[in-house]
Protein backbone atom coordinates (compact mmCIF):
# COMPACT_ATOMS: atom_id res chain seq x y z
CA UNK A 1 0.00 0.00 0.00
CA UNK A 2 1.37 3.64 -0.49
CA UNK A 3 0.01 6.35 1.37
CA UNK A 4 -0.06 10.11 1.62
CA UNK A 5 2.93 11.66 4.22
CA UNK A 6 1.47 14.39 5.79
CA UNK A 7 3.91 16.94 3.74
CA UNK A 8 1.72 15.32 0.17
CA UNK A 9 4.81 12.90 -0.62
CA UNK A 10 4.18 9.64 -1.54
CA UNK A 11 5.65 6.95 0.86
CA UNK A 12 5.56 3.16 0.38
CA UNK A 13 3.77 0.81 3.33
CA UNK A 14 5.19 -2.88 0.93
CA UNK A 15 9.06 -1.81 -0.08
CA UNK A 16 10.77 -5.04 2.92
CA UNK A 17 11.65 -3.86 5.93
CA UNK A 18 14.80 -2.17 6.59
CA UNK A 19 17.31 -2.82 9.35
CA UNK A 20 16.07 -0.14 11.01
CA UNK A 21 12.07 0.31 11.84
CA UNK A 22 12.68 3.75 10.21
CA UNK A 23 14.99 5.77 8.52
CA UNK A 24 16.74 8.56 9.84
CA UNK A 25 14.97 11.73 8.73
CA UNK A 26 18.23 12.33 6.23
CA UNK A 27 17.37 9.63 4.30
CA UNK A 28 14.16 11.35 2.69
CA UNK A 29 11.24 10.78 -0.07
CA UNK A 30 11.95 6.81 -0.46
CA UNK A 31 10.33 5.97 -4.32
CA UNK A 32 6.86 3.69 -4.56
CA UNK A 33 8.32 0.27 -5.39
CA UNK A 34 5.64 -2.69 -5.12
CA UNK A 35 8.25 -5.26 -4.23
CA UNK A 36 9.60 -6.37 -1.11
CA UNK A 37 13.30 -6.97 -0.98
CA UNK A 38 15.37 -8.01 1.86
CA UNK A 39 17.81 -5.66 3.33
CA UNK A 40 20.76 -8.01 3.23
CA UNK A 41 21.92 -11.48 4.73
CA UNK A 42 24.07 -9.92 7.59
CA UNK A 43 23.42 -8.12 10.31
CA UNK A 44 26.84 -6.18 10.79
CA UNK A 45 26.65 -2.77 9.11
CA UNK A 46 28.63 -2.19 6.22
CA UNK A 47 31.99 0.22 6.47
CA UNK A 48 33.48 2.08 4.45
CA UNK A 49 35.65 -1.01 4.23
CA UNK A 50 32.75 -2.71 2.17
CA UNK A 51 32.71 0.26 -0.57
CA UNK A 52 34.43 0.63 -4.16
CA UNK A 53 34.04 4.56 -4.97
CA UNK A 54 34.05 3.89 -8.37
CA UNK A 55 34.09 7.18 -11.81
CA UNK A 56 34.67 7.30 -15.71
CA UNK A 57 37.34 9.86 -16.75
CA UNK A 58 38.11 11.73 -19.42
CA UNK A 59 40.75 14.55 -19.13
CA UNK A 60 39.85 15.78 -16.07
CA UNK A 61 43.16 16.24 -14.62
CA UNK A 62 42.57 19.73 -12.87
CA UNK A 63 39.43 18.45 -10.65
CA UNK A 64 39.99 14.33 -10.35
CA UNK A 65 42.96 14.69 -7.41
CA UNK A 66 40.55 17.10 -5.11
CA UNK A 67 37.92 14.12 -5.59
CA UNK A 68 40.07 11.29 -4.98
CA UNK A 69 41.53 13.69 -1.66
CA UNK A 70 38.05 14.19 -0.74
CA UNK A 71 37.22 10.61 -0.67
CA UNK A 72 40.57 9.59 1.10
CA UNK A 73 39.76 12.13 3.38
CA UNK A 74 36.11 11.70 4.31
CA UNK A 75 36.60 7.06 4.52
CA UNK A 76 40.22 7.66 5.89
CA UNK A 77 41.37 5.76 3.31
CA UNK A 78 39.18 2.47 3.60
CA UNK A 79 37.11 3.08 0.63
CA UNK A 80 38.38 1.27 -2.60
CA UNK A 81 38.68 3.57 -5.54
CA UNK A 82 38.34 2.38 -9.38
CA UNK A 83 38.71 4.96 -11.86
CA UNK A 84 38.67 4.08 -16.15
CA UNK A 85 39.97 6.34 -17.64
CA UNK A 86 39.80 7.32 -21.38
CA UNK A 87 42.25 10.80 -20.78
CA UNK A 88 45.27 12.24 -22.53
CA UNK A 89 46.66 14.82 -20.17
CA UNK A 90 48.24 13.53 -17.23
CA UNK A 91 44.61 12.40 -15.20
CA UNK A 92 45.31 8.82 -14.92
CA UNK A 93 48.72 9.83 -13.46
CA UNK A 94 46.88 11.83 -10.51
CA UNK A 95 44.67 8.93 -9.97
CA UNK A 96 47.53 5.91 -9.41
CA UNK A 97 49.53 8.56 -7.40
CA UNK A 98 46.28 8.97 -5.39
CA UNK A 99 46.19 5.11 -4.69
CA UNK A 100 43.20 4.25 -7.07
CA UNK A 101 42.84 1.50 -9.79
CA UNK A 102 43.04 2.44 -13.14
CA UNK A 103 41.78 0.78 -16.32
CA UNK A 104 42.88 2.23 -19.14
CA UNK A 105 40.28 2.38 -22.00
CA UNK A 106 39.77 4.16 -25.66
CA UNK A 107 37.07 6.75 -24.86
CA UNK A 108 33.82 5.32 -26.10
CA UNK A 109 31.47 7.56 -23.96
CA UNK A 110 29.85 8.04 -20.32
CA UNK A 111 28.50 5.24 -20.32
CA UNK A 112 30.93 2.40 -21.21
CA UNK A 113 33.21 4.05 -18.89
CA UNK A 114 31.45 3.98 -16.12
CA UNK A 115 29.83 0.61 -16.27
CA UNK A 116 33.42 -0.93 -16.39
CA UNK A 117 34.07 0.63 -13.31
CA UNK A 118 31.22 -0.62 -11.54
CA UNK A 119 32.07 -4.17 -12.84
CA UNK A 120 35.48 -3.78 -11.76
CA UNK A 121 34.66 -3.05 -8.62
CA UNK A 122 34.94 -6.00 -6.10
CA UNK A 123 33.04 -4.63 -2.57
CA UNK A 124 29.35 -5.16 -1.58
CA UNK A 125 28.32 -1.17 -1.75
CA UNK A 126 29.52 0.81 -5.34
CA UNK A 127 29.05 4.66 -5.18
CA UNK A 128 29.05 6.39 -8.27
CA UNK A 129 30.23 9.51 -8.72
CA UNK A 130 32.16 12.35 -11.14
CA UNK A 131 35.57 13.55 -11.63
CA UNK A 132 34.90 17.36 -11.97
CA UNK A 133 34.19 17.93 -8.09
CA UNK A 134 30.56 18.90 -8.81
CA UNK A 135 29.57 16.03 -6.15
CA UNK A 136 29.94 16.25 -2.14
CA UNK A 137 32.21 13.42 -0.82
CA UNK A 138 31.52 14.78 2.43
CA UNK A 139 27.70 12.96 1.94
CA UNK A 140 29.46 9.65 1.49
CA UNK A 141 28.68 8.53 5.38
CA UNK A 142 24.85 9.89 4.71
CA UNK A 143 24.61 7.40 1.33
CA UNK A 144 26.41 4.27 3.56
CA UNK A 145 24.08 4.92 6.36
CA UNK A 146 20.75 5.04 3.75
CA UNK A 147 22.32 1.62 2.42
CA UNK A 148 22.17 0.34 6.03
CA UNK A 149 19.04 1.11 6.70
CA UNK A 150 17.89 -1.31 4.28
CA UNK A 151 17.53 0.48 0.90
CA UNK A 152 19.28 -1.10 -2.55
CA UNK A 153 19.42 2.27 -4.50
CA UNK A 154 20.68 5.76 -2.86
CA UNK A 155 20.68 8.43 -5.34
CA UNK A 156 21.70 12.29 -4.79
CA UNK A 157 19.02 14.57 -5.63
CA UNK A 158 20.59 18.03 -7.43
CA UNK A 159 17.31 19.96 -8.20
CA UNK A 160 15.30 20.09 -5.41
CA UNK A 161 17.85 22.07 -3.65
CA UNK A 162 18.22 24.56 -6.36
CA UNK A 163 21.36 23.29 -8.16
CA UNK A 164 22.07 27.18 -8.67
CA UNK A 165 25.71 26.71 -9.75
CA UNK A 166 24.65 23.98 -12.56
CA UNK A 167 24.17 25.71 -16.01
CA UNK A 168 20.15 27.12 -16.74
CA UNK A 169 20.06 25.22 -19.76
CA UNK A 170 20.89 21.64 -17.90
CA UNK A 171 18.96 22.81 -14.97
CA UNK A 172 16.43 22.48 -17.35
CA UNK A 173 16.44 20.12 -19.29
CA UNK A 174 17.18 17.86 -15.57
CA UNK A 175 13.94 18.79 -14.55
CA UNK A 176 12.68 17.97 -17.86
CA UNK A 177 14.22 14.44 -17.76
CA UNK A 178 12.64 13.84 -14.40
CA UNK A 179 9.29 14.57 -15.33
CA UNK A 180 9.29 12.65 -18.24
CA UNK A 181 10.74 9.61 -15.73
CA UNK A 182 8.13 10.22 -13.46
CA UNK A 183 5.16 10.45 -16.14
CA UNK A 184 6.53 7.15 -17.69
CA UNK A 185 7.51 5.23 -14.76
CA UNK A 186 4.53 6.54 -12.59
CA UNK A 187 6.86 7.09 -9.85
CA UNK A 188 8.06 10.09 -8.61
CA UNK A 189 11.77 10.89 -10.08
CA UNK A 190 13.69 14.15 -8.51
CA UNK A 191 17.07 14.08 -10.43
CA UNK A 192 17.34 10.97 -13.35
CA UNK A 193 21.03 12.13 -14.33
CA UNK A 194 22.84 12.73 -11.14
CA UNK A 195 26.12 10.72 -11.08
CA UNK A 196 26.23 9.99 -7.29
CA UNK A 197 24.86 7.03 -6.22
CA UNK A 198 25.17 4.55 -3.89
CA UNK A 199 24.32 0.33 -4.86
CA UNK A 200 24.32 -3.07 -3.51
CA UNK A 201 26.46 -5.32 -5.11
CA UNK A 202 23.47 -7.85 -6.59
CA UNK A 203 22.00 -4.39 -8.51
CA UNK A 204 24.52 -4.09 -10.21
CA UNK A 205 25.47 -7.14 -11.03
CA UNK A 206 21.76 -8.59 -11.28
CA UNK A 207 20.85 -6.40 -14.20
CA UNK A 208 21.72 -5.97 -17.89
CA UNK A 209 22.89 -2.31 -18.68
CA UNK A 210 22.47 -1.46 -22.15
CA UNK A 211 22.96 2.64 -22.30
CA UNK A 212 25.29 4.91 -23.02
CA UNK A 213 25.22 8.56 -22.62
CA UNK A 214 22.01 7.94 -20.73
CA UNK A 215 23.59 5.27 -18.36
CA UNK A 216 23.20 7.47 -15.45
CA UNK A 217 19.18 7.50 -15.99
CA UNK A 218 18.80 3.87 -16.33
CA UNK A 219 21.24 3.31 -13.27
CA UNK A 220 18.21 4.70 -11.79
CA UNK A 221 15.09 3.70 -13.33
CA UNK A 222 15.55 -0.36 -14.24
CA UNK A 223 15.87 -0.84 -10.24
CA UNK A 224 13.10 1.53 -9.44
CA UNK A 225 10.78 -0.52 -11.79
CA UNK A 226 12.06 -3.94 -10.71
CA UNK A 227 11.16 -3.16 -6.88
CA UNK A 228 14.59 -2.55 -5.53
CA UNK A 229 14.36 0.25 -2.75
CA UNK A 230 14.94 2.78 -3.82
CA UNK A 231 15.67 6.48 -2.25
CA UNK A 232 16.37 10.26 -2.98
CA UNK A 233 19.02 12.30 -0.69
CA UNK A 234 19.62 15.98 -1.12
CA UNK A 235 22.72 16.62 -1.97
CA UNK A 236 24.59 19.91 -2.92
CA UNK A 237 25.85 20.77 -6.66
CA UNK A 238 29.54 22.54 -7.01
CA UNK A 239 30.30 24.40 -9.93
CA UNK A 240 32.41 22.09 -12.05
CA UNK A 241 36.39 22.38 -11.95
CA UNK A 242 37.22 22.13 -16.05
CA UNK A 243 35.52 22.24 -19.13
CA UNK A 244 32.33 20.09 -19.52
CA UNK A 245 33.09 17.46 -22.87
CA UNK A 246 29.49 16.85 -23.11
CA UNK A 247 27.40 18.56 -25.87
CA UNK A 248 24.01 19.67 -23.82
CA UNK A 249 21.99 19.51 -26.91
CA UNK A 250 23.16 15.78 -28.54
CA UNK A 251 23.33 14.74 -25.09
CA UNK A 252 20.11 15.55 -23.62
CA UNK A 253 18.67 14.32 -26.74
CA UNK A 254 20.24 10.76 -25.84
CA UNK A 255 19.27 10.87 -21.82
CA UNK A 256 16.08 11.57 -23.11
CA UNK A 257 15.78 8.82 -25.65
CA UNK A 258 16.87 6.38 -23.00
CA UNK A 259 14.79 7.40 -20.15
CA UNK A 260 12.11 6.78 -22.86
CA UNK A 261 13.68 3.42 -24.13
CA UNK A 262 14.03 2.37 -20.48
CA UNK A 263 10.79 2.73 -19.03
CA UNK A 264 9.05 1.05 -22.02
CA UNK A 265 10.83 -1.96 -21.72
CA UNK A 266 10.68 -2.35 -18.21
CA UNK A 267 6.58 -2.23 -18.59
CA UNK A 268 6.97 -4.46 -21.51
CA UNK A 269 8.98 -6.89 -19.03
CA UNK A 270 6.40 -6.91 -16.43
CA UNK A 271 4.09 -7.43 -18.59
CA UNK A 272 5.46 -10.72 -20.32
CA UNK A 273 6.72 -12.16 -17.22
Known sequence: MFGERADGRVQSGVLGKPKHSSPPACYARPMSSSATRPAGTSTDPYTFDDVSVVMGTYNEVAAVGTVLSDVESVTDGRAEVVCV?????GTADVERAHGATVIEQEP??????????LHASTRPVVV?????????MERLPAFLGAINAGYDVVSG???????ETMPALNRLGNRAFAALATALA??????????MR???????????????TGLSAELLLRP??????????????????????LDPLR???????????????????????
Open 85 to 89: DGSDD
Open 108 to 117: RGYGAAVEAA
Open 128 to 136: TTDCDDTYP
Open 157 to 163: DRITPGA
Open 186 to 195: GKRVRDTTTG
Open 198 to 212: AYRREVVEGIRWTEN
Open 224 to 245: LLRGYRVTELPIEYRERAGETT
Open 251 to 273: GGAAIAGSVVRVCAEEQLRRLVR
